[in-house]
């Protein structure tokens, strides 16, 4: 990845090494909260009483004051099966393996592995890569992820556990081993239905059937050389309470180090779901030998309040995903759920606390909206864009007095900028170095050729805008860094429209060999034609499934993003971790610009990129010479 980005800073790889021969000597790792915690509950300090607060100090403090400094809480050394500190909860990401699950979510490789490295900076323990027996691809994503960010560690010694989805079936299991045995710590997930609707109707199994086929296909996966399995009861949610305590009973003495409960329909209630990891914690044998796990959909958008449950309940390790992107209604979200035991770390939880950075939850949850093309609703908790607005006059009150009164949680905590804080003012005759100082505020630091393309797309829109806001900046950037591969790239655009005839386009590409390519079409509208004509130099035959076009700020000069969703008539496809149906890819692309039509122009190249990266022979690129764009 060309750029980077930084909440505080990091580089676009993890450069720290540790080779397979000294696994056992990876050093602790530290988390340094941002957030104001009472030392009540902490396992490192003292006992003694002091206040809690979340991320606002209770005593009045200057509005443009810096966040306090913070103790700071050990993560435990891993053990598969074991957390030596009972208070410490593990996070386990899948937004790579569910989240992707979301029509329109399809990730490149690439894609992939940039998000893996930024789940590593945010400090998630287990990142669940893929389901490698779906596709080569996601087995070559996950085979990728594996080698590099599984051998990486921080200056502090932290490495993700990497982990790969199977069925329970021997195929899928040794596929999934072959992907992710580079990683340092690699986890092979396998799962089997568990309800009666899903024995009865869709494996056709009796009990005593699944049990067995459970049990045979952990041992299998621990024969392979793999110490880290985890289980998972599909349907746990409707399953029959006696059976679950059986087979996982059984599951534990054939080697499986972590137990995951889901609710998969996502149909249980809190106090339901609470109940059912304490009584799974109270029934099942060996289970003190094992970790207890959450997975919770979001069907009534219980997702967040059920892993809270469940955590207080007992479970030690959780199942999210960035944006609570995945199957259905999404999954429980990372940024909620973490967010939450910040907010509670010392009092109602019980201490619970995890080794996430916070401050790397904003670029987290940017990269996973513009990759996957799956937009953040405004009134997203944590991360949408109205979560830290206040247009309240009562509220607008208290917060110009001490922001406490109307925020428990500061948007620098997340790693987000507030933009009447800035200071800077970006028009058209501001300069590199302000553009870069006001970039690096919002968490983004690039390299000089992608921070040279933004200031001349930004010095067009100066010259038409009286002021460049923050809004623009992150769509300019976006669409200069959260791009697919370049296999075509548009060079120029003409187009006619109007009532007095058809509309007309001409397009002008640039191939991947440098090569340029120019195609005239006519339209019903000025974003038909030039589709047509991208169509006649591409010539890959797609469906367009969805068109949507926003405008970034307020005004008649407000920067234009466009999201579109195609499919392939000569469709990539990959099997559903769950139905074992097989799916269609579908594959999202975003643009911006002042142009609508110029936007949505690169936001439907984005997307043809984006499938032409999942051929199995990608075109070879070689260095074009340097051409300019309109922004």
């Known amino acids: ?48 009483k002091t206040s809690i607060s979340c991320s606002h100090p209770q005593t009045p403090t200057p509005t443009n004051s810096t966040p306090t400094p913070t103790p700071t809480r050990r993560r435990p050394d891993y053990i598969p099966n074991h957390i030596a500190d009972p208070a410490y909860v593990r996070i386990f990401d899948t937004t790579l393996r569910d ?144 059976f679950l305590y059986e087979i996982l009973g059984e599951v534990i003495k054939a080697g499986a180090t972590t137990l995951n409960i889901p609710d998969t329909v996502g149909i ?33 958008g219980l997702s967040t309040a059920n892993t809270i449950s469940g955590a207080c309940a007992g479970a030690r390790q959780l199942e999210v995903t960035i944006n609570g992107i995945g199957e259905r209604a999404g999954n429980a979200s990372l940024e909620e759920v973490v967010m939450t035991l910040k907010c509670h770390e010392g009092d109602v939880l019980g201490g619970l606390y995890t080794g996430i950075n916070a401050r790397h939850i904003y670029m987290t949850s940017k990269m996973v909206e513009e990759y996957t093309g799956l937009y953040v609703q405004p009134h997203k908790a944590i991360v949408g864009a109205n979560a830290f607005a206040h247009e309240s006059g009562i509220h607008q009150d208290g917060m110009l007095k001490h922001k406490g009164t109307y925020e428990i949680i500061a948007p620098e905590d997340i790693g987000y900028e507030r933009t009447n804080e800035a200071g800077i003012v970006l028009g058209k005759l501001s300069g590199r170095h302000a553009l870069k100082k006001r970039l690096e505020e919002l968490g983004y630091e690039l390299e000089s050729e992608h921070l040279e393309n933004i200031f001349w797309r930004f010095k067009a829109v100066a010259d038409q805008k009286k002021r460049v806001t923050d809004a623009d900046l992150r769509a300019l950037v ?29 397009v002008k590409l640039i191939g991947a060999d440098g090569t340029e390519h120019v195609a005239c079409s006519v339209g019903t509208g000025p974003v038909d034609s030039a589709y047509k004509a991208v169509d006649l130099i591409v010539k890959e035959p797609v469906t367009l499934l969805e068109y949507s076009l926003t405008a970034v700020t307020e005004g008649i000069d407000a920067i234009a993003t466009t999201r579109v969703l195609i499919r392939g008539e000569n469709s990539h496809t990959s099997t559903h971790a769950y139905t074992e149906e097989t799916v269609h890819r579908t594959f999202s692309g975003i643009g911006a610009g002042m142009d609508i039509v110029v936007s949505s122009v690169k936001a439907y190249i984005g997307a043809l990129n984006k499938m032409l990266g999942f051929q199995e022979k990608p075109p070879v690129k070689t260095p074009a010479k340097k051409t300019t764009v309109s922004a």
């Open 268 to 300: 249980n209630v809190p106090a339901e779901y609470g109940k059912m990891i304490s009584d799974i914690k109270a029934n099942t044998p060996g289970i003190e030998n094992v970790v207890i796990s959450t997975h919770c959909q979001n069907d009534l």
């Open 99 to 242: 989240g992707e699950q979301s029509p329109g979510a399809s990730l490149t490789s690439k894609e992939k592995l940039d998000i893996a490295r930024q789940l590593a900076r945010l400090g998630v323990d287990i990142i669940e890569a893929g389901f490698p027996a779906s596709s080569n691809d996601d087995f070559e994503a996950v085979k990728a992820i594996a080698k590099e960010v599984g051998n990486a560690v921080d200056g502090d010694g932290y490495v993700p556990v990497i982990c790969g989805l199977s069925r329970c079936n021997e195929k899928d299991i040794r596929r999934a081993w072959e992907a992710i045995k580079y990683a340092k710590r690699p986890r092979i997930h396998t799962f089997i239905a568990t309800s009666a609707i899903h024995m009865e109707y869709k494996l056709r199994k009796t009990k005593e059937e699944v049990i067995e086929i459970a049990r045979n296909m952990v041992r299998f996966a621990r024969s392979l050389g793999c110490d880290d399995v985890e289980f998972s009861p599909e349907d746990a949610g409707r399953s029959d309470r006696e």
């Open 1 to 48: 990845m060309a750029a980077i980005f930084t909440a505080p800073k990091f580089s676009p790889k993890i450069t720290t090494s540790i080779s397979p021969s000294n696994s056992n000597s990876i050093s602790p790792h530290y988390y340094h909260s941002p957030l104001h915690f009472s030392t009540k509950h902490s396992l490192i300090s003292p006992p003694k």
């Open 478 to 506: 976006s669409d200069e860094v959260f791009q697919p591969e370049v296999v075509w790239k548009l060079h120029d655009l003409q187009v006619t429209c109007g009532t007095l005839g058809l509309s007309t386009a001409t």
